[in-house]
């Protein structure tokens, strides 16, 4: 089976490389999950919730790893592996990038909102406790560590080069952050969650948790382009954005509003054909056959 390959659904056909297949497949393995948590009421606390929860977490890598494997010939699996442990495709100054990019913007954003009267930036409750119980540090290391990896594997490892081939960088970084940020639904649900605990259904830390991760969807996509796309410099971005804002924070509104403004930046200045200064995205290596 290849790219070229279809399936029937129903009265529809579709290829087996429409990014819209792996989506659907990938919100069936983790809202299996994350779906039963919610209906038996266990919480993110208890060993089955965590369970639950780390099992529907790898609903993305395991999906982009075997679409990978059914679409792409040899040289397409070997690229998806090599994006992920070649260090040399970051560079030293994108390197510095992804390390300054979050600092930058939680930075910018404490200023503003102490501009506007607000407190700025607070240290997170980790680090407040950090010294009598070094342990507490625990869960923003967690989400800086394994999310990114299991996340990224899907959906910049597979999902973005896929779009990529019909739609802008632009288009495409909207339409895997909205899908990216419905996938989270369920964990609003679920007791234990910082979805459910510190944000809320439907509230407006809500949407801007929503509008925020298409924002960062846009900045993720500016990076892969820029670093021959390595996934491995996304797994980087994305665990490191995760620990800053779990260890500095600031009022949502504020820290929310600088991605999105730093998305609309990057494409001004970048153009949103390729969110690079080259005339095409960077494509993955097709089957020879295609």
């Known amino acids: 089976m290849n790219e070229t390959s279809r399936l029937t659904i129903g009265s529809a056909t579709v290829s087996v490389a429409n990014p819209w297949l792996f989506f659907g497949v990938t919100f069936l393995i983790t809202w299996s999950f994350w779906l039963s948590a919610i209906v038996l009421g266990v919480s993110f606390s208890s060993a089955a919730g965590l ?7 790898v609903g993305p890598g395991i999906a982009g790893i075997g679409f990978v494997y059914i679409v792409y010939d040899d040289r397409g699996r070997s690229d998806f592996w090599s994006r992920i442990t070649q260090v040399r495709r970051i560079g030293s100054r994108w390197f510095l990038i992804l390390l300054l990019l979050p600092l930058a913007v939680t930075t910018v954003a404490a200023v503003v909102d102490l501009l506007l009267g607000g407190p700025g930036a607070t240290w997170g409750e980790g680090v407040q406790e950090f010294g009598g119980n070094p342990l507490a540090i625990l869960p923003a290391l ?113 820290y929310y509003s600088h991605w999105v403004l730093l998305a609309v930046l990057l494409t001004a200045i970048w153009g949103a054909r390729t969110l690079t200064n080259a005339e095409e995205v960077p494509r993955p290596p097709l089957p020879l056959d295609r």
């Open 51 to 57: 369970v639950l929860l780390l099992t529907g977490l």
């Open 142 to 254: 967690f989400f800086a560590s394994l999310p990114p990896i299991l996340e990224e594997l899907g959906w910049r490892g597979y999902a973005l080069d896929r779009l990529q081939l019909n739609w802008s960088a632009l288009n495409a970084s909207v339409i895997l952050g909205a899908v990216w940020a419905v996938w989270h639904l369920p964990l609003f649900f679920i007791e234990g969650t910082f979805q459910r605990e510190m944000i809320g259904f439907g509230t407006l830390g809500f949407w801007l948790f929503m509008i925020g991760t298409v924002a960062l969807s846009v900045a993720f996509t500016w990076v892969y382009n820029h670093t021959s796309r390595s996934t491995l410099g996304i797994i980087l971005l994305h665990g490191w954005v995760n620990f800053v804002s779990e260890t500095i924070e600031v009022a949502d509104v504020i």
